[in-house]
């Protein structure tokens, strides 16, 4: 411990004055018998602390909250969300900072510093021996219980050495401090450790806030830090063509919005395990331009469900083949596949007695004091003195009937919860241990214009480096809300602060974000993987097929209140085809048009529904939600809120048209935003191939629906309602619709964007543009039947086209939908069935 913890600030006051840091300070109490981080037990500032603490109290409060709401609101012009598993919809909830800083001095941070490289280094050597010769477990220094019994151990791993020669490439360690003044270890995270991406964003968004704090505390950069990182993994990369990828569950991960930035600030492909395909040569990136290959996975899946070939089958995250290319040496993984072992919380018992044995050597930094059940004489003293421990699971995750989170006090269990524990010790004790109450240290937040103290740990992460660790200078701190809280979670409301550690001379100005002068100009984004592209195509479809049924249920309503004998068969016509396209009862008995147009806008249980298609659109776009502008995706998001928003019952055919075209108005808002915020490259190109297919087939049934050979005027004029291109009628023929000017108009016309012909034209650009166009100096199959169908139109005659050449033309239009499908979309073995239900 530095001795710095215990002086007092003697410059701070003068004899007898007061200072505005004294004034600022003047209203915290510490918690009584806890240690507090910014004031001694005398009621001082800490030396450390001071300066900061002094550069805020010269703002004052008015100026504190304005500087704090900047940070808020770079974090949320920023996108930085996480989300909570508990909640059933899954929302995200914007980043919890607490602005105030965790200070770290520079001689206490070298000493833990120390300690955590100490402690990388055990762990290491544990995996490398429980997945090589096992040792350890031969000679009785770990129980083969301990590590056969846990769920992370992997046996299709064992005897692998994992290519690049280690187990451990990042790793994260949980530390609080105690009573006495000293850090404890509380926990390990080796798996897939999380928040290191967000403490970079608490940075940023601080940083940008106190810009002259910030600078004149002297703060150590974490950027060096993560540009040997970054360097490291490129080190591996065995081919210069070859990309290093960042493997991330997806975007209903609780902190995918992590991983999408990390990927970004290290220059890594972020990739779902759909995107990659092992194969006996290496594992590859499935992209629109084919397979490429990649040597370097940064994970953040679980190891279990890395392969479903060869551990978990149920997962459907990973990458069948994984665990042989990693045999095979054919990719380097980090952290290895297996390296969970160690995350255990009952290895907290064993690696002090390992520490001396392995490295020759006390561990530096103590681990929470931590005791294995699966021993029955531990078991046994344990369970004399249970009301004074913490029970936990062993291996992290819940045991039968017993709810335990992150750990339960034996004083605190039910009569209930103590019986289920006390079978569960006789059935399998392996699966529990007790650990000593831990009472947290407490740091400051601003709360209600002052500042006050609160429980937190703080989350310390580490590279390897060649062969050594690198410590990242600062921190992921999460600090509890409660003031007596044991343990803290941010799934449960907590907050979250970065941590300054102090410099002890000239600080780096090294980062990876490019100063203004020196970012090189590039007009590409690199390559676009092949599920990126389907869900673009797939949003286009739904979002198209969700405007052709508003337009549909538009134009019903606006008849209903017509008693003319031209209307009747009209709106029947037209509930008929929303009952075809299944967005309604097909039962007419039990389905009159009002009826009709609720289900529309209201029934999710009919696939052709608005509930349906809106959130099929929104689903979609969520997976690739990167790729699209924050208002585009607030579009999106309004769509599905409008449309989800129930309708009293008996409302009026009015308050239902309102409906309607509220939701048209954003459906445009979002093609506008589309059409002229993305850069018009790949992606955007499938987005636009989805809406001009789809909406070339709607106009196909519109024409089949209202524009038959004895077709009446009030058809034909609702046909030019549905294309939009009523004001286009009128101003050419100035007269009533008649049959082939109207097909010309919707069909067959170039210039009118509402047109199959306008359609195919913009697919044909689309496709030239797209890789694979030719073979062997031939159009590609997917260009032929794009020019063909494009001819065919250009040559049609409106007078003489008939229903059975549409519906040809229809099926063309989804088989090109097929061939971009099986063209570019290769990955997409297991497409949802009911994409094309309507019909």
């Known amino acids: 411990m530095a001795t710095s913890r215990d002086n007092t600030v003697t410059e701070q006051t003068a004899a007898g004055s007061e200072t505005s840091l004294d004034r600022f300070v003047a209203g915290y109490r510490p918690l009584p018998g806890i240690v507090d981080e910014m004031m001694d037990e005398a009621g001082k500032v800490r030396p450390h602390w001071a300066p900061l603490l002094s550069m805020l109290a010269e703002l004052g409060p008015e100026e504190i909250n304005r500087r704090f709401g900047a940070a808020d609101r770079y974090l949320h012009d920023s996108g930085v969300f996480y989300r909570v598993y508990e909640d059933p919809a899954g929302a995200e909830r914007p980043w919890p900072l607490s602005h105030v800083p965790l200070i770290i001095e520079h001689g206490e941070w070298k000493a833990l510093e120390a300690g955590l490289i100490q402690r990388a280094r055990l762990l290491e050597a544990v995996l490398a021996d429980a997945y090589g010769p096992g040792e350890m477990m031969r000679d009785g220094r770990l ?113 995918y919005f992590e991983h999408a930035f990390l990927a970004r600030y290290l220059g890594l492909l972020l990739v779902e395990g759909e995107d990659l395909i092992a194969r006996d040569d290496g594992v590859f990136i499935r992209t629109i331009s084919g397979l490429r290959r990649t040597d370097v996975l940064l994970r953040r899946i679980d190891s279990d469900f890395a392969d479903p070939l060869e551990l978990n089958a149920a997962s459907r995250l990973g990458v069948a083949g994984l665990v042989q290319a990693v045999r095979d040496g054919k990719v380097v993984i980090a952290n290895a596949l297996g390296a969970g072992l160690v995350e255990a919380r009952a290895m907290l018992a064993f690696l002090p007695a390992l520490a001396p044995q392995v490295l020759g050597e006390e561990l530096m930094v103590p681990n929470v004091a931590t005791w294995w059940l699966g021993r029955k004489d531990v078991r046994e003293d344990v369970l004399r003195g249970l009301d004074e421990l913490v029970i936990a699971p062993a291996f992290g995750a819940q045991v039968a009937d017993l709810r335990l989170g992150t750990g339960v006090l034996g004083a605190e269990l039910s009569d209930g919860q103590r019986a289920v524990l006390m079978q569960a010790l006789e059935d399998r004790p392996i699966d529990y241990i007790a650990q000593e109450a831990v009472t947290l240290s407490t740091t400051p937040v601003w709360r209600d214009g002052r500042l006050q103290p609160r429980p937190f740990s703080l989350r310390l992460y580490l590279a390897r480096i060649g062969d050594g660790w690198q410590v990242m200078p600062g921190g992921f701190v999460r600090i509890a809300e409660n003031a007596d809280a044991r343990a803290i979670s941010l799934q449960q409301g907590d907050l979250t602060a970065d941590a300054w550690v102090l ?182 190109r499938f987005l636009e191939l989805g809406r001009r297919i789809e909406r070339a087939v709607q106009t196909c049934r519109f024409v089949r629906a209202f524009a038959a050979k004895d077709t009446t005027g009030g058809a034909l004029d609702v046909l030019l309602e549905l294309a939009d291109s009523q004001l286009t009628y009128r101003q050419r023929y100035v007269m009533i619709a008649a049959l082939a000017p109207v097909i010309d108009l919707v069909m067959l016309d170039p210039s009118n964007p509402r047109s199959v012909a306008f359609q195919l034209d913009r697919i044909e650009t689309h496709l030239a543009a797209l890789p694979k166009r030719e073979i062997a100096g031939r159009l590609s199959p997917v260009r032929q039947i794009a020019v063909s169908l494009a001819t065919r139109l250009r040559t049609a005659d409106a007078a003489n086209i008939s229903a059975d050449e549409i519906i040809e033309i229809e099926n063309e239009l989804m088989r090109l939908s097929e061939m971009i499908g099986s063209t570019y979309l290769t990955h997409n073995e297991r497409a949802p069935a009911d994409r094309d239900t309507v019909s």
């Open 503 to 684: 410099a002890d001379g000239p600080v780096s100005t090294a980062t990876l974000l490019p100063a203004p002068e020196h970012v090189p100009v590039q007009r590409m984004t690199g390559m676009l993987q092949s599920r990126a592209a389907d869900n673009l195509f797939w949003v286009g479809r739904y979002v198209e097929r969700a405007e052709a049924t508003l337009r549909l249920t538009r134009a019903m309503l606006n008849r209903l209140a017509d008693a003319s004998d031209v209307a009747a068969p009209l709106v029947s016509s037209i509930a008929d085809l929303l009952q075809t396209w299944s967005a309604a009862p097909l039962d007419r008995a039990f389905s009159p048009p009002t009826l009709v147009a609720r289900s529309v806008l209201m029934n999710p249980d009919f696939s052709g529904a608005l509930p349906r298609l809106t959130k099929a659109a929104r689903s979609a776009a969520s997976v690739i939600r990167e790729r699209f502008s924050p208002d585009a995706w607030r579009a999106i998001d309004e769509l599905v809120t409008l449309i989800a928003a129930p309708l009293p019952n008996g409302s009026s055919d009015s308050a239902m048209i309102e409906r309607v075209e509220a939701a048209l108005r954003i459906i445009a808002s979002f093609s506008g935003l589309a059409q002229e915020n993305m850069t018009q490259l790949a992606g955007w």
């Open 143 to 255: 129980p083969a219980a301990l590590v056969a019994g846990n769920p992370e151990f992997l046996r299709p791993l064992v005897g692998v050495e994992p290519p690049g020669g280690a187990h451990l490439r990042f790793y994260a360690v949980d530390v609080g401090r105690g009573p006495d003044g000293r850090w404890w270890v509380l926990g390990d995270r080796t798996q897939a450790p999380s928040g290191a991406g967000y403490a970079i964003e608490s940075r940023l968004a601080l940083s940008r806030a106190m810009p002259d704090i910030y600078a004149r505390t002297r703060v150590e950069r974490v950027a060096p830090f993560f540009q040997a990182f970054q360097a490291e993994l490129f080190n591996y990369n065995r081919q210069d063509d070859a990309r290093v990828c960042l493997l991330t569950p997806g975007p209903l991960n609780e902190t």
